[in-house]
C-alpha cells in the first residue's frame, strides 16, 4: 500500500470507530485535505486567533538569540515538524540565511500540498538554503529522525501542535522525540499558554464562522471519500474552554435529529438533535504543566521565550 492507501484506511477505520462510539468523536487530524489546509491558513490570520502572531513576536524578538544558541562548527539539521506554509520559521530561516550558518532544513508535513508549496516559496527566497521537504505524519516520520546523527539536529515543533494531543499522547511523542535526541541536540516547542478564558474561547469560535467551516471539512470530506450524505449544515460548531484543566474542545453538535448512511464503511448513524461529535481538543498550558511533560518525557527545558503578550510560551528542550 502507498502511504496515501495506508492513511485513507486508517481514516476509514477511525471513522467507523467513532461514529459508533458513546459520545461520538472523530479526529481533528482529519480535517487538513487541500480544503481543510486552507481554512487553516485562514484561521491563522483572523483577529481573534492570536497564536500565530504571539509565536511570530517570540521567535522575531530571540531569532539572534536562537541562531547563536543552534550555530555549531559542523553546522546542524534543521527539521521541522507541522511546517505548514512555515510563516513563522521563515524568520529564522533569514536569520540563519543572512548570517551564512550552515544549516540544511528539512520541513515535514501531513499536506504533500503544504510541502509543496513552502519548498517552492523558499526557493525563490533563499536559493542556498538546503530544504528536503516530506509529506508524512509526525509519528512516522519521527523513526526516521534518528537518521539525522551526523551532526547536531534542532527539532521545531511551532504552533502549539503538542495542544492537539491529550496528555499521555504528548508525554509519548514528547518520550519519542527524546529517543532520537543526543546531548547536542534542541527540542524547540511552542505551547499555547492559559489566559483570560474569552480569549481563549473566541479564537475558536471566531465571529466570521471559519473555525466552524474548519470543523465542518471533517464531515465533507466523509461525504466526499466514503460516499456519506452527512447534512453538512445542520452540524454546528461548538466550542468549549474549562479553564481549570486548561482544555478547549471542539464538537460538532447536529442542530436536527437525522440518519446518516455512510455507504463505503457499510454504516448507518443516527443522531439525536442535539448529539455532539467530539472533534479537537486544544490544550493550554503554565509552566508547571510543561514542566511535567518535558520531565515524564526525560526531556530538560534549558530555555524559555515569551511573547509581548504573555500569551504562548516557546520552550528549548535538552536531554
Ligand atoms: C493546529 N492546531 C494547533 C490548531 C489549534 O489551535 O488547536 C488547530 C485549530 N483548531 C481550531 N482552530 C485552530
Known sequence: MTKK?????????????????????LSSK?????????????????????????????VDTYKADLRKQFTSPNGFDLIELGAGDGKKTKLL???????????????IDISQNSIDELSQDLLQLFPEIDVQGE?????KVLEQLAQYN???????????NIGNLAHREAIDFLSKLRDVMRP???????????????????AYADSQGVTQEFNRNLLHRINKEMQANFPVDQFEHWEAYDPETGTAKSYLLATKACQVQVQKLDLNVSFKK????????SQKYDDEVVEWLAAEAGLEISAVYEDEKKYFKNYLMQV
Open 135 to 139: 509529506q508524512g505524519t509526525y509519528f
Open 150 to 160: 551526523k551532526r547536531p539536529k534542532v527539532i521545531l515543533v511551532l504552533g502549539s
Open 184 to 202: 547536542e541536540d534542541f527540542l524547540f516547542m511552542g505551547f499555547d499558554q492559559k489566559k483570560d478564558p474569552l480569549t481563549i474561547q473566541n
Open 30 to 58: 482529519y480535517i487538513y485535505d487541500d480544503k481543510g489546509d486552507k481554512l487553516f491558513q485562514q484561521i491563522m490570520g483572523l483577529p481573534e486567533y492570536y497564536l500565530t502572531e504571539s509565536e511570530y513576536n517570540i
Open 5 to 25: 492507501e495506508v492513511f485513507q484506511h486508517e481514516f476509514e477505520q477511525h471513522v467507523k470507530a467513532g461514529l459508533s462510539a458513546f459520545p461520538k468523536f
Open 93 to 107: 530561516l533569514k536569520e540563519l540565511y543572512d548570517q551564512k550558518v550552515n544549516f540544511t532544513y528539512k520541513p
Open 274 to 281: 442535539w448529539e455532539t461529535i467530539h472533534t479537537e481538543i
